[in-house]
C-alpha cells in the first residue's frame, strides 16, 4: 500500500524558515514528479512546487518563487521542501503529491494530474 507521510511542519514567526519531508513506502517514484500544494484556511487547495522526476527541472507558483526550494533523494524516495523568508500567508496545511503519469515530460500545477497525496502537515506562520 502507498503511504506519503510528510513532517517538518510546524509554528514559526515571520521571516523564519522549515524544512517539510515527505517520504514514500509501498512502492518507488524515482520515475514520477513530485511536489506540493497546500490549503489555507478558507482557501480551495493550491499548487506550490513540483520536480521533475530526474530533478532536472522545477516549477513553482508565483507566491512562493525565491523563498522556497523544493529537492528530492530518489534513493530515499523522499521530497523535501525549504522554505524560507516565511510569511503569514504561508499559513496552510502542505500536501506531498505525485503525479500519476511515469515519465512524464509535463511538470503540472492541476490537482487532477496527482493522484497520491499526504495526509498534510500543518505550517503556522506567526507575524
Known amino acids: 500500500q502507498v503511504q506519503l507521510v510528510e513532517s517538518g511542519g510546524g509554528l514559526v514567526q515571520a521571516g523564519g524558515s522549515l524544512r517539510l519531508s515527505c517520504t514514500a513506502s509501498?512502492?518507488?517514484?524515482?520515475?514520477?514528479?513530485m511536489g506540493w500544494f497546500r490549503q489555507a484556511p478558507g482557501k480551495e487547495r493550491e499548487f506550490v512546487t513540483v520536480?521533475?522526476?530526474?530533478?532536472?527541472?522545477?516549477v513553482y507558483a508565483d507566491s512562493v518563487k525565491g523563498r522556497f526550494t523544493i529537492s528530492r533523494d530518489n534513493a530515499k524516495n523522499t521530497v523535501y521542501l525549504q522554505m524560507n523568508s516565511l510569511k503569514p500567508e504561508d499559513t496552510a496545511v502542505y500536501y506531498c503529491i505525485v503525479d500519476h503519469t511515469i515519465y512524464s515530460s509535463t511538470l503540472h500545477a492541476r490537482e487532477s494530474d496527482y493522484n497520491y497525496w499526504g495526509q498534510g502537515t500543518q505550517v503556522t506562520v506567526s507575524s
Open positions: 520536480i521533475s522526476w530526474s530533478a532536472g527541472r522545477t
Open positions: 509501498g512502492r518507488s517514484f524515482h520515475a514520477y514528479h
